[in-house]
């Protein structure tokens, strides 16, 4: 398992959300070291990875969407099905990956990139419509919700620095069987599985909150 590239955004307009004053969808892979710090709360725009940012402060950034990872095999899949290249960095991911089964990761897994940075499954990403307007396919947040591989988010545990070619190490796994594509499938089209994320006690506050309400 290693760590195939590091994507930084490059900062762009937002044609495809309401009253945004930008985007840093468009990831893109960076040579040499890059500084892996806890951002901080959500609202600031501030994200794990140095030179990054979100721009929706709202509804991303922050300690529990720190880093965003992708494999490159679900990349692959997606590319037969959409017809197009998806280069690192594609679907806006910080970290593409090789070897890992990312969406079957466990809420709370605990990943060690290279020697110093350990980083802890937090949650899935949901797909909004600057997601969908990036990659310029009518019905894609449909789509993608359906396959239900939706990457993790990561919080930084252990700061320090990463690079292209870094090996992953998983660390830790706990003793639930609450996965990213569960979660994913509970607050997506199956809600009839939100009991079981209050299992996963790494999983954000919002999120345990959420099931909480939906199954009371």
């Known amino acids: 398992m290693r760590l195939l590239s590091v994507n930084i955004g490059v900062e762009r307009s ?128 449909r789509q993608f919700t359906v396959a239900a591989l939706p990457g993790p988010y990561l919080r930084v545990v252990q700061p320090g620095e990463i690079r292209a070619g870094d090996p992953i190490v998983i660390e830790s796994r706990p003793s639930h069987r609450v996965t990213v594509s569960l979660t994913f499938r509970a607050m997506t089209r199956q809600p009839q599985l939100l009991p079981r994320l209050l299992e996963a006690g790494a999983l954000p506050d919002e999120i345990k909150e959420v099931a909480r309400r939906r199954t009371s």
């Open 14 to 141: 937002n044609p495809w959300k309401k009253n945004a004053t930008g985007t840093g969808i468009d990831k893109r892979p960076v040579k040499g070291a890059v500084e892996v710090r806890a951002p901080g709360p959500k609202g600031t725009g501030a994200v794990g990875l140095a030179g990054d940012r979100v721009h929706d402060v709202k509804n991303h950034g922050g300690d529990d969407q720190a880093v965003y990872a992708y494999a490159r095999e679900d990349l692959d899949d997606w590319e037969t099905i959409v017809g197009r290249e998806l280069p690192n960095g594609a679907f806006g991911e910080n970290l593409t990956t090789s070897g890992l089964d990312v969406n079957n990761a466990l809420i709370g897994e605990r990943w060690r990139i290279g020697p110093d940075v350990l980083l802890e499954v937090s949650c899935p990403r949901i797909p909004c419509s600057t997601f969908q307007g990036w990659l310029d396919r009518p019905g894609w947040i």
